[in-house]
Nanobody
């Protein structure tokens, strides 16, 4: 079992930045896929960014590439999402998720079975 707790959500103006954090209850330094997902009202949940801790590979949705950066502090078991140049369409409930990845994932946003409770990000224009 992996318990995940997100923090860092807030309300900001367009063009601003936020950093989300996700603390894991166990070490996820290797052989895990860790991801950030979001769900806006009336929309399906979507993968935003993911990292394969076995090799440090990162993956991003096209809508956030170049603006968001995912990283993991293996010593602290904390996953982060640095979000820059935020846009109103980034408004959503952001979730941290985890799953075992024994090899590099072919579908980095699929198959997650551990989820946090979410943290709200609101971007105003």
């Amino acid at each position: 079992q992996v318990q995940l707790v997100e923090s860092g959500g807030d309300s900001v103006q367009a063009g601003g930045s936020l950093r989300l954090s996700c603390a894991a209850s166990t070490t996820t330094a290797s052989n895990y896929c860790m991801g950030w997902f979001r769900q806006a009202p009336g929309k399906e949940r979507e993968g935003v960014a993911a990292i394969y801790t076995g090799g440090g590979l990162t993956y991003y949705a096209a809508s956030v590439r170049g603006r968001f950066t995912i990283s993991q502090d293996n010593a602290k078991n904390v996953l982060s999402l640095q979000m820059n140049n935020l846009k109103p369409e980034d408004t959503a409930l952001y979730y941290c998720a985890a799953r075992r990845c024994w090899i590099r994932p072919s579908q980095p946003f699929d198959g997650y079975n551990y989820w946090g409770q979410g943290t709200q990000v609101t971007v105003s224009s």
